[in-house]
Antibody, heavy 118, light 109 residues
Framework: QVQLQESGPGLVKPSETLSLTCIVS????????WTWIRQTPGKGLEWIGH???????SYNPSLRSRVTISLDTAKNQFSVQLTSVTAADTAVYYC????????????WGQGTLVTVSS | QIVVTQEPSVTVSPGGTVTLTCASS?????????PNWFHQKPGQAPMPLIF???YRHSWTPARFSGSLLGGKAALTLSGVQPEDEAVYYC?????????FGGGTKLTVL
């Protein structure tokens, strides 16, 4: 059974960089897209971006200038960095696996709240 | 900027049938948008229900079905149960990027 678990600081200061890691267990990072999604308090869901196991990336145009997603196949994990954060980046951040052929979002982490505050 | 539109709120009676829709600002939704549907209850992560427009996950009850309806992706719940009360999100693919709809709050009353 594939499981994903987000980890990282729960508090980030404004203008600094938010960094989160998603540890994947129960299967290798291959043949899929590894995705980050966030949800601001009381609001809807926002796709941040994804990385394919061949390390091609795609990002939400509204975040592209600030976001980087990377893959560490040796550790079976992937990460997201979001630079120059503001209070608007306060959200629950989820990692998810997207099936390469089926484009299904079957597997999600439980989510981690990141608060941007001084 | 692409916008995906869902009904903000819908109310249905227990045992009834309801259809939620998901429209794209770029035009008709197609299978190439790989519509996904999720529901989310308070304090929980989104739960995947449907992928590639019509396919249920192994855990999705048969009362949930996905389709294309009048150029929109659609999610139909037949025989609605009280536990189906949740916010429902659709998600569409646009050649490398994904866009979520704003969500439909489904009330079972």
């Amino acid at each position: 059974q594939v499981q994903l678990q987000e980890s990282g600081p729960g508090l980030v200061k404004p203008s600094e960089t938010l960094s989160l890691t998603c540890i994947v267990s129960g299967g290798p990072i291959s043949n899929h897209y590894w995705t980050w999604i966030r949800q601001t308090p009381g609001k809807g869901l926002e796709w941040i971006g994804h990385i394919h196991y061949r390390e091609s990336t795609s990002y939400n145009p509204s975040l592209r200038s600030r976001v980087t997603i990377s893959l560490d196949t040796a550790k079976n994990q992937f990460s997201v960095q979001l630079t120059s954060v503001t209070a608007a980046d306060t959200a629950v951040y989820y990692c998810a696996r997207v099936g390469g052929a089926t484009r299904d979002f079957a597997y999600w982490g439980q989510g981690t709240l990141v608060t941007v505050s001084s | 900027q692409i916008v995906v539109t869902q009904e903000p709120s819908v109310t249905v009676s227990p045992g009834g049938t309801v259809t939620l829709t998901c429209a794209s600002s770029t035009g008709a939704v197609t299978s190439g948008n790989y519509p996904n549907w999720f529901h989310q209850k308070p304090g929980q992560a989104p739960m995947p229900l449907i992928f590639s427009m019509t396919y249920r996950h192994s855990w999705t009850p048969a009362r949930f079905s996905g389709s294309l309806l009048g150029g929109k992706a659609a999610l139909t719940l037949s025989g609605v149960q009280p536990e189906d009360e949740a916010v429902y999100y659709c998600l569409l693919y646009y050649g490398g990027a994904w866009v979520f709809g704003g969500g439909t709050k489904l009330t079972v009353l």
